[in-house]
């Protein structure tokens, strides 16, 4: 699924606009990774916790929340970057840090790479702008 | 740096709204009944990198927890260690300066001395000395069942009966590095009706570890009557032993060098049948040292590597009350 595609065209919500990548699982682990690229207790955060809460009840094994702050979020995605393709992490974060022009090495390549996959979990109309 | 450790399973949870507090003191909940009580405290994050304490108090202050009688004190302790929490290398928010667990005497606590640990134990002591009973939430560096630990004198391990869980309840030496808040003022007196337990919930990040956290909690809450079985009840997720068995500490093996080994891969807990067996090398004055167990049945309590350095104890050795 691609990001930021709306209905009525491109949806750059920079507020709280989220969007994740979907987690790849790797067979026999029982741990999935959350990277939220804030602090604990800032906005990303609050929602990766709640939606962390609810996977874990529907996979029916921990799904944890690794705050990896700094540099704006670019720390958290330049680790799922360098995550090994087998890894189980996924990353969660304000939609404005994913359309960002990959001005790390490792975010660029991450975004060609194969395991490319992307939703919308929360939207916010207010700080939509079309 | 990338080091090896145990997998984290759970998540450190966010603490940030306790920061403001309605005592006084950051990260500290006073919960009160307006009825008369006992005066109840429990404490996490006494080690910054334990924080499955801190998931069950977060889960009990969300939940809005009022206690029936009394009072109850709810604190994160050492949130300065806490907050320096590295998923690449987890071991190393124990603590800022020294260990917060070993300041509780009085000579270092009204002393001079200065540290992150002591300026914030200094802060918790009116707490701590004002609590009829308290309960210190705790894991550990390697896989093991849960371990109460209930000082050096028998009525720490009468408190953790009333308690319920868990089965094996330690009776140990202390530390000669400090005396922990559990051993304080009225907890380490035996004429005192104050008591104090402090509970190894497992391997520090392993998701039964908040399970036996968040059930300790409960049952400590419905020991000293802050709860009732109606609230309790629901919320328990352990069975508990048909039988809580005491070992009681009798010596500690502590590195003599950084050439320690243990004789083989031991987990907590693990009894040694024979007298004499080898259970680690070392080496002292260009010598080999060899420990050995001391006794039949020795129970090797808590061995692990992950602070190896000379003068850390490694495993302390202890046997089970024939009487239980």
């Known amino acids: ?130 | 740096m990338m080091t090896t450790h145990h997998p984290i399973e759970i998540s450190p949870p966010d603490l940030s709204a306790y920061r403001a507090s309605n005592c006084g003191v950051e990260f500290v909940s006073v919960l009160d009944s307006g009825r008369s009580g006992p005066n109840v405290m429990i404490q996490a994050l006494t080690h910054g990198n334990e924080f499955c304490g801190a998931i069950a108090l977060d889960t009990l202050l969300r939940e809005g927890f009022k206690p029936l009688a009394g009072k109850l004190t709810v604190a994160f302790a050492n949130v300065a260690a806490y907050a320096r929490f590295d998923f690449d290398n987890p071991d190393r928010s124990r603590y800022v300066d020294e260990d917060y667990n070993r300041v509780w005497a009085d000579d270092r606590l009204l002393g001079s001395g200065d540290s992150v640990e002591l300026r914030r134990a200094r802060e918790l002591r009116p707490f701590v000395d004002a609590a009829d009973f308290l309960l210190d939430l705790h894991s550990m560096h390697e896989p093991c069942a849960p371990i109460m630990v209930c000082g050096t004198i028998d009525k720490g391990a009468q408190f953790a009966r009333r308690i319920g869980v868990p089965e094996c309840l330690l009776l140990d030496t202390g530390h000669p590095a400090g005396l922990r808040m559990i051993e304080r003022g009225g907890f380490g007196d035996p004429a005192s009706p104050r008591s104090a337990a402090l509970i190894e919930c497992g391997q520090h990040w392993e998701k039964s570890a908040a399970d036996v956290a968040v059930d300790t909690v409960m049952r400590f809450l419905a020991a000293t009557g802050a709860a009732d079985e109606a609230y309790v009840k629901p919320r328990l997720r352990i069975t508990p032993p048909k039988e809580q068995r005491v070992v009681r500490v009798t010596e500690a093996v502590v590195a003599k060098s950084m050439a320690f080994r243990f004789a083989e891969r031991f987990r907590g807990l693990q009894i040694i049948p024979k007298a004499g067996t080898p259970i680690a090398y070392d080496e002292e004055a260009g010598a080999q040292k060899v420990w050995r167990t001391p006794y039949d049945d020795c129970v090797l309590v808590m061995p692990s590597l992950r602070h190896k350095k000379p003068g850390t104890t490694m495993v302390r050795l202890g046997r089970y009350d024939p009487a239980t």
């Open chain 1, 1 to 130: 699924m691609a990001f930021g595609r709306g209905d009525g065209g491109w949806v750059v919500a920079a507020a709280i606009g989220l969007c994740m990548s979907m987690p790849v699982l790797a067979q026999g682990q029982k741990t999935l990774r959350v990277l939220v690229g804030f602090p604990a207790g800032q906005t990303t955060d609050l929602v990766a916790r709640l939606i962390a809460e609810r996977m874990a009840t529907a996979l029916g094994y921990p799904v944890i929340v690794e705050n990896r702050p700094r540099q704006g979020g670019s720390l958290a995605l330049g680790l799922l970057a360098k995550s090994p393709p087998e890894a189980s992490v996924m990353t969660i974060s304000a939609l404005g840090m994913v359309t960002r022009p990959a001005g790390s090495a490792e975010f660029g390549t991450y975004l060609k790479s194969e395991h490319e996959r992307w939703g919308r979990i929360v939207r916010d109309s207010d700080a939509r702008v079309e």
